[in-house]
């Protein structure tokens, strides 16, 4: 004989079950051909596979495109490596032509004395010739440094070539400045002298020289301007590398 349930109680039951937020349980009604009693059953409800595919499905091209995201383009890379390439063309043309015109610079006045003859050069003034050697040192190594240009162009991914350029390309702009910025007041004097200490204008009597040498100077600080440009362009290529 089927047990005989408390209607009341299974009633109580039934409304707990069906106010849970959490849970949602099938009920399944059984009743006994002789109508004696109700018997209520509560299946527990299986897992629902179908769902978990759907929101697996959902969030599958959530992902992919997540993982897209986060893969760095290349066409930047390599973009950012020709443009090295150009400025370090750039630079070498500058340099060269700052320690050519200074190297060659010579002056002589059509005049002299018995004693005397006025001549002027280069490596009578210690900072322009500070100038040349530094202004060389400078294109030499940007020379040298082509093959690791073309290097971080053929492989854009590469971040050891392009921490060494930043390093050095970082020295030869503070070389390259200093000896650009003390020539720089050289010729300032020269073309302006200075009352206070009793120093005339030189450019007066040679103004071919200070032209020559005015036209070095700034020549050289486009080559450090460009070094500056290329120590920028590598800083932002190892940023974005990371």
């Given at each position: 004989?089927?047990?005989?349930?408390?209607?009341?109680?299974?009633?109580?039951?039934?409304?707990?079950?069906?106010?849970?937020?959490?849970?949602?349980?099938?009920?399944?009604?059984?009743s006994?051909?002789?109508?004696?009693?109700?018997?209520?059953?509560?299946?527990?409800?299986?897992?629902?596979?179908?769902?978990?595919?759907?929101?697996?499905?959902?969030?599958?091209p959530?992902?992919?495109?997540?993982?897209?995201?986060?893969?760095?383009?290349?066409?930047?890379?390599?973009?950012?490596?020709?443009?090295?390439?150009?400025?370090?063309?750039?630079?070498?043309?500058?340099?060269?032509?700052?320690?050519?015109?200074?190297?060659?610079?010579?002056?002589?006045?059509?005049?002299?004395?018995?004693?005397?003859?006025?001549h002027?050069?280069?490596?009578?003034?210690?900072?322009?010739?500070?100038?040349?050697?530094?202004?060389?040192?400078?294109?030499?190594?940007?020379?040298?440094?082509?093959?690791?240009?073309?290097?971080?162009?053929?492989?854009?991914?590469?971040?050891?070539?392009?921490?060494?350029?930043?390093?050095?390309?970082?020295?030869?702009?503070?070389?390259?400045?200093?000896?650009?910025?003390?020539?720089?007041?050289?010729?300032?004097?020269?073309?302006?002298?200075?009352?206070?200490?009793?120093?005339?204008?030189?450019?007066?009597?040679?103004g071919?020289?200070c032209?020559?040498?005015?036209?070095?100077?700034?020549?050289?600080?486009?080559?450090?301007?460009?070094l500056?440009?290329?120590?920028?362009?590598?800083?932002?290529?190892?940023?974005?590398?990371?």
């Open positions: 004989m089927n047990p005989i349930y408390n209607p009341i109680l299974s009633w109580h039951s039934i409304t707990n079950q069906l106010s849970s937020p959490d849970q949602y349980y099938p009920l399944a009604m059984d006994d051909k002789s109508g004696e009693a109700t018997k209520i059953s509560i299946q527990e409800p299986k897992a629902e596979t179908k769902g978990k595919g759907i929101i697996a499905g959902a969030l599958a959530v992902i992919v495109a997540a993982k897209a995201a986060r893969r760095p383009r290349k066409g930047w890379k390599k973009g950012a490596a020709i443009f090295d390439l150009v400025l370090r063309l750039s630079a070498i043309v500058a340099g060269f032509a700052a320690t050519s015109l200074m190297g060659t610079t010579d002056q002589t006045l059509p005049f002299f004395t018995q004693f005397f003859q006025f002027a050069q280069y490596n009578d003034l210690p900072t322009f010739l500070f100038f040349v050697i530094a202004n060389a040192i400078a294109s030499g190594y940007l020379v040298l440094s082509l093959p690791f240009s073309i290097v971080c162009i053929i492989r854009s991914h590469a971040s050891g070539p392009r921490l060494l350029l930043l390093i050095l390309d970082s020295v030869m702009m503070g070389l390259t400045t200093s000896a650009a910025s003390a020539s720089a007041a050289i010729v300032y004097l020269a073309h302006n002298g200075n009352s206070s200490a009793n120093w005339n204008a030189f450019c007066q009597q040679f071919n020289f032209q020559q040498v005015s036209s070095a100077v700034v020549a050289s600080l486009i080559a450090a301007t460009l500056l440009s290329l120590v920028v362009v590598s800083a932002f290529a190892l940023r974005k590398m990371k």
